[in-house]
């Protein structure tokens, strides 16, 4: 039986062999496993694609969002972690690591639910939580680009301006993703990147990077993923060992050649996705926004009436690959229980969670392959 992977990882490296080998090689040849020349330059390079004055790597996505966050706390507080009582705003449809990195830079995160058609955070609903009751405890916004597509950057911008907030985009899912013309990542106070494998540009290991114009920020920032001093031995802040390893730049330095061509081919094989099951009822795609460059990290469709872990199952008996992501929305879990505001009844992201089904949208799978895949869905749909 033919299967469709989800995900290919050992396809993309065949693609990219050459490239990749080559500059894992180099590294190999100098031996300057950490702050290498590989991480300068990865660093140079992203900095450029995105327009930002800075690119900082770290050790991976959560790291990225944690040391956003605290290197605002001492901007905007002079303290080194938020207070309990400060609230930050995010969406709950994401993964654990958005929610845990408020809560580890010490502050409280509101849920706020999410719109309907796109996943993302529901701007109106920021609006109303902010006007209901004391916005003075809100001092910042994390949106999350999930599955690829920009959240209403004009919109949280303009919130963030009237209520003087800082915003920190989570980029994790999102490389390459534009909103209008600018890159995600580049419109906030900072953007949060990560590079774990299964990202739009991921590494052999974890990674992760810090987007920011902001040199305060990135001052910070830099001394906060270095134990928290400017030098080896004059720690002023409780920092961390989150530096970005020399080899997996030079992998990163590799791909990143092919972010755009392998995105590209993402949006593709939306199109033919959305072309090959529009016939089929109860199933619904994803939009996306005229605004929004989405560069489909997942390719979540929505299954109604509870069929979604039946039609889940007989993919997976099809050698079909998916992914339910997320089954749980972050109010649900242990970890944020009595440590969380839930701004509203948070309806939609509970409907999604029962809902959403990824389906395989690995950048090189041939056109063969897709067909199976809407072939499948109609079987079984
Ligand atoms: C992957 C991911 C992260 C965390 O990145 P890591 O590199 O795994 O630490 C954060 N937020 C979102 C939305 C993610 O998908």
Known sequence: MKQVPLLDLRREYEYMKEDIDSCINKCLEHQRWVL????????????????????????????????????????????????????????????????????????????????????????????????????SKVVGV???????????????????????LFVVEDVAQAFGGKWRDRKLGSIGDAGAFSFFPSKNLGGFGDGGMISTQDNQI?????MLLMHGGKGKFDATYVGYNSRLDSMQAAVLLAKFKYTDELNNNRRKIAQV???????????????????AYHVYHQYTIRIADNKRDSVQESLRQKGIGTAVYYALPLHKLKVFDGRAILANKLEQAEKASREVLSLPIEPLLSEEEQQLVCESIKEVC
Do not use: W
């Open 273 to 291: 996705y959305e072309a090959g099951l529009s016939e089929i009822s109860g199933l619904t795609f994803p939009v996306a926004l005229p605004d």
């Open 218 to 222: 990135a001052d910070i920032a830099r």
């Open 36 to 135: 290498g020349p590989e991480v300068k330059e990865l660093e140079t390079k992203i900095a450029e694609y995105l327009g930002t004055d800075h690119c900082i790597g770290v050790a991976s996505g959560t790291d990225a969002l944690v040391i956003s966050l605290r290197a605002l706390a001492v901007k905007l507080k002079g303290k080194e972690y938020f207070d309990t009582t400060d609230e930050i705003i995010t969406t709950p449809f994401t993964f654990t690591a958005t929610g845990e990195a408020i809560l580890r830079a010490g502050a409280k995160p509101v849920f706020v639910d999410i719109a309907r058609d796109t996943f993302n955070i529901d701007t109106s609903k920021i609006r109303e939580y902010l006007s209901s009751g004391d916005s």
């Open 142 to 164: 994390v949106p999350v680009h999930l599955f690829g597509q920009s959240c209403d950057m004009d919109e949280i911008s303009k919130i963030a301006k009237e209520y003087n």
